[in-house]
């Protein structure tokens, strides 16, 4: 049962975070120049789950429409999983 499972969600994989563009900094700076991005925690990629999709939201930029937050639907990322329609 635990096998159909994992096939039906598809794999794991590393994406380049779209709110911080891969470099895992702050891009708007809001605390420091050094700050890490809040969105992949300074690592500049985020784990998404295959097939995925460009956010609706935010059209893959993961920076929610005119604010320095990262996309609440995607949290970010840039992408979400086929299927998963945003709230």
């Given amino acids: 049962m635990a096998e159909r499972a994992a096939t ?3 794999k794991l ?10 470099t895992g900094r702050d891009p708007f700076k809001v605390l420091s120049p050094l700050s ?3 969105a ?3 690592s500049g990629k985020a784990l998404v789950q295959e097939p995925y999709k460009t956010c609706p939201a935010c059209e893959g930029t ?3 429409f005119r604010s320095r937050l990262y996309c ?5 990322k840039g992408v979400i999983p086929e ?3 945003p709230p």
């Fill in 36 to 38: 890490n991005c809040p």
């Fill in 72 to 76: 609440w639907t995607c949290h970010g």
């Fill in 62 to 64: 993961g920076v929610y």
């Fill in 8 to 10: 039906k969600e598809g």
């Fill in 40 to 42: 992949c925690g300074g």
């Fill in 83 to 85: 299927g998963k329609d």
């Fill in 13 to 22: 994989v590393w994406v380049k975070c779209a709110f911080c563009r891969g």
